[in-house]
T-cell receptor, first 117, second 112 residues
Framework: GAVVSQHPSRVICKSGTSVKIECRSLDFQATTMFWYRQFPKKSLMLMATSNEGSKATYEQGVEKDKFLINHASLTLSTLTVTSAHPEDSSFYIC?????????????FGPGTRLTVL | GENVEQHPSTLSVQEGDSAVIKCTYSDSASNYFPWYKQELGKRPQLIIDIRSNVGEKKDQRIAVTLNKTAKHFSLHITETQPEDSAVYFCAATPSGGFKTIFGAGTRLFVKA
């Protein structure tokens, strides 16, 4: 149980285009999902907390208009990187908390490697 | 807010030896401390966790200890194997909070 999927696993795009990344909880309902960014050999940097049915909470320094988050259902959250630039190239990972179990444990998706040319 | 520090950043051990990774946290309200293992290019995987009402927890070769007074917790891996080589992250979650704060990670190398 507690499986989180993420799509796509890898994306290459041109500068100026937008990219959408999907995060799904496959076998549980996730009222809260998290989006992280990870640079090579670095830790997980929390970008925002995604709450089903409400606006996401962004961490300091993360542009909400640049990184659009939508959590329209209990099993799906999306992150859209708008007008992507080479500096947005990174590994983006989502995680979800199992609301059914009421635990603090986060389960991570496999990540999406974004390369902006 | 919570701040988690993790040491060492890199750890190299011989196969069969033990490995210890230490973390400290700043928010006394934190009550949940998971440890994740991340292999290159893969997702972080939960390997063990501990809550503030417990001082120690063990799962086969892996154990975690928590000292609430000193605000530090440690991961112990015994009889290390080459497949234990990975990056390990500690984390802390404040009570009632949703955010989990991660340490900087420890890159563990187990030499055969």
């Amino acid at each position: 149980g507690a499986v989180v999927s993420q799509h796509p696993s890898r994306v290459i795009c041109k500068s100026g285009t937008s990219v959408k990344i999907e995060c799904r909880s496959l076998d549980f309902q996730a009222t809260t999902m998290f989006w992280y960014r990870q640079f090579p050999k670095k830790s997980l940097m929390l970008m925002a907390t995604s709450n089903e049915g409400s606006k996401a909470t962004y961490e300091q320094g993360v542009e909400k208009d640049k990184f659009l988050i939508n959590h329209a259902s209990l099993t799906l959250s999306t992150l859209t990187v708008t007008s992507a630039h080479p500096e947005d190239s990174s590994f983006y990972i989502c995680s979800a908390r199992d609301g059914d179990r009421g635990t603090d444990t986060q389960y991570f998706g496999p990540g999406t490697r974004l390369t902006v040319l | 807010g919570e701040n988690v520090e993790q040491h060492p950043s890199t750890l190299s051990v011989q196969e069969g030896d033990s490995a210890v990774i230490k973390c400290t946290y700043s928010d006394s309200a934190s009550n949940y401390f998971p440890w994740y293992k991340q292999e290159l290019g893969k997702r972080p995987q939960l390997i063990i966790d501990i809550r503030s009402n417990v001082g120690e927890k063990k799962d086969q070769r892996i154990a975690v200890t928590l000292n609430k007074t000193a605000k530090h917790f440690s991961l112990h891996i015994t009889e290390t194997q080459p497949e234990d080589s990975a990056v390990y992250f500690c984390a802390a979650t404040p009570s009632g909070g949703f955010k989990t704060i991660f340490g900087a990670g420890t890159r563990l190398f187990v030499k055969a």
